[in-house]
Nanobody
Framework: QVQLVESGGGLVQSGGSLRLSCAAS????????IGWFRQAPGKEREGVSC????????NYADSVKGRFTISGDNAKNTVDLQMNGLKPEDTAVYYC????????????????????WGQGTQVTVAS
């Protein structure tokens, strides 16, 4: 049974940091792509970052490049998103999702090509 569970969200001040974790189970992490997405109220879900833990390939949205770092641990079956220099516009529910290898092949991480999703974790960045 495929399961993805996000944790680590919370309330931080602008400029602060959070580390989100996605705990995966029911599949071999290295054979898939894991993406982080976010959705703010009234806005479309957008891709933040993704990783192929099998070869270390990563992608980042331009809006988070240089501030966020994605990493995977195949032994622990987890994918983390280290978020530094947080801004109010980063406020959203953050989701991790599983996609095929090709889901993390380009610059954009499209929600429509990811098949399994976690429940999300709230990140709120105060001004």
């Amino acid at each position: 049974q495929v399961q993805l569970v996000e944790s680590g969200g919370g309330l931080v001040q602008s400029g602060g940091s959070l580390r989100l974790s996605c705990a995966a189970s029911g599949f071999t992490l290295a054979y898939y792509a894991i993406g982080w997405f976010r959705q703010a109220p009234g806005k479309e879900r957008e891709g933040v970052s993704c990783i192929r833990t099998g070869n270390g390939h990563t992608n980042y949205a331009d809006s988070v490049k240089g501030r966020f770092t994605i990493s995977g641990d195949n032994a622990k079956n987890t994918v983390d998103l280290q978020m530094n220099g947080l801004k109010p516009e980063d406020t959203a529910v953050y989701y991790c999702a599983r996609g095929s290898w090709s889901s993390c092949g380009g610059e954009k991480q499209l929600p429509s090509v990811y098949n399994y999703w976690g429940q999300g974790t709230q990140v709120t960045v105060a001004s």
